[in-house]
């Protein structure tokens, strides 16, 4: 038994270890109520960026990596503000980046995280996500630990998040060629990397915890 995990206390273990994840996301806290569920907004300080570029050949239309998704903000003159959505039940929360609905969006690789909230405000959720698209296949795995604190619809989030990338983009690397048209798809990049952020975010709007 993996005893401690959930709480964070995982010394001699992976934090981001696929069984580590899984006892983080089957734990329920101590915690009463949906009052913490909404829309969080806030600012993100890159801590470690360890993933290189995504290669353009690749055919994605943004950067798939979590430091990927931080410059798409910052061209778009967002400060590093970064959304997302927390919908609490009871001990167990549920939280995902705002926009991850489609195959290609920005957020291609960042999981949706289940975890514990316990009553003095600790909050910790993991998730794994396997990837079987078009151009990307393999999987990312991702934590959060940190604390809620404030009353319902006044909440604030610290986080720190980290996330392990282990997949390859598929493409075409021939050059001229019309649509791919009788070429397979070859594996143009392999991402085995880690990377990691501080989330300083506040409760902004309710959301709809019913998707």
Do not use: K
């Not at 600012?43 to 050949?57: F, I």
Request: glycine content about 14%; hydrophobic content about 40%.
């Amino acid at each position: 038994m993996l005893l401690g995990l959930a709480s964070g206390c995982y010394e001699g273990f992976d934090p981001l270890d696929p069984a580590v994840l899984t006892e983080v996301m089957r734990t329920r806290g101590n915690a009463v109520g949906d009052g913490h569920t909404g829309i969080y907004l806030g600012t993100v300080e890159t801590l470690e960026c360890g993933c290189p570029p995504v290669d353009p050949r690749a055919g994605l239309e943004y950067d798939a990596t979590l430091c990927g998704v931080i410059e798409y903000a910052e061209d778009f003159g967002l400060e590093d503000a970064i959304a997302i959505e927390l919908v609490q039940g009871d001990g167990s929360v549920r939280i995902r980046a705002v926009g991850a609905e489609s195959p290609d969006d920005v957020t291609v690789l960042l999981p949706t995280l289940y975890g514990p909230l316990y009553t003095d405000g600790r909050v910790f959720a993991g998730g794994i996500l396997e990837v079987d698209a078009l151009l990307v296949q393999g999987a990312a795995r991702a934590r959060v630990d940190g604390t809620l604190v404030g009353d319902p619809e006044a909440g604030r989030l610290e986080l720190e998040y980290r996330q392990i990338n282990q997949v390859e983009l598929l493409g075409n690397a021939l050059d001229g060629a019309v649509d791919g048209f009788g070429v397979e798809d070859e594996v143009l990049q392999t991402l085995d990397c880690r990377e990691r952020i501080r989330l300083s975010m506040a409760w902004v709007d309710a959301g709809d915890p019913t998707r």
